[in-house]
């Protein structure tokens, strides 16, 4: 089975931009988490989607967004960029909803460089 | 905010000889995992325990739970080389909204 597999890996964006990442999940999995690590803050949880619906979301200001389509791909979404936005984005799936407790399967990441 | 704290922050060891880092939480919990993570890379699944169990052996791996102290401990046995990397313990509990929340990590160098 293929891994998560997470476009682009490397992106380089000026404040005020936006930005969009992709996370494609193991196949038949149907959670898929996005996480955001920083030097300072470590690992965050950004927000989980689960059959398309959105069942937990972090503390994080509504620039971050996300989606899930039907084939459980996901999408998130910074906008207007800060500098602070600079980290690792991982994003991660599983068989069951985060609720349940199981094992997550992470991506490479996305390596965001705000200027 | 973090819910799980590990320590040490840091581990330099030899080749051969064990690590033991140690992860202390704050709510109650339905389970704890470790994960493992090479240098700013995705983070691999190493084991996750349940509230109800004390203790877990993967190959060189054992974790303890103690849910009293609210505390748990990863131990590598025999360590190489290869287990250079940064060690995280995530909890998941209704507290924190069931979703899994990550430690700080515990970086972990074996020397040959």
């Known amino acids: 089975k293929a891994g998560v597999t997470q476009t682009p890996r490397y992106l380089i964006k000026t404040r005020g931009q936006q930005v969009t990442l992709s996370c494609s999940p193991i196949s038949g999995h149907r959670s898929v988490s996005w996480y955001q690590q920083t030097p300072g803050q470590g690992l965050q949880f950004l927000f989980e989607?689960?059959?398309?619906?959105?069942?937990n979301k972090g503390n994080f200001p509504g620039r971050f967004s996300g989606r899930q389509f039907s084939n459980s791909r996901s999408e998130m979404n910074v906008s207007t960029l800060e500098l602070g936005d600079s980290a690792l984005y991982l994003c991660?799936?599983?068989?069951?909803?985060?609720?349940?407790?199981?094992?997550?399967?992470f991506g490479p990441g996305t390596r965001l460089t705000v200027l | 905010s973090q819910q799980g704290e590990e320590d040490p922050q840091a581990l330099s060891i030899q080749e051969g000889e064990n690590a033991t880092m140690n992860c202390s939480y704050k709510?109650?919990?339905?389970?704890l995992q470790w994960y493992r993570q090479n240098s700013g890379r995705g983070l691999v699944h190493l084991i996750l325990?349940?509230?109800?169990?004390r203790e877990k052996h993967s190959g060189r791996l054992r974790v303890t739970l103690d849910t009293s102290k609210k505390s748990s401990s990863l131990l590598i046995t025999a360590s190489r080389a290869a287990d250079t990397a940064s060690y995280f313990c995530a909890t998941v509990g209704k507290a924190a909204g069931n979703k899994l929340t990550f430690g700080g990590g515990t970086r972990v160098l074996v020397k040959p």
């Open positions: 325990i349940r509230s109800n169990e």
């Open positions: 989607y689960f059959s398309e619906t959105q069942r």
């Open positions: 709510t109650s919990i339905n389970n």
């Open positions: 991660a799936s599983s068989l069951l909803a985060g609720g349940q407790g199981g094992e997550q399967f």
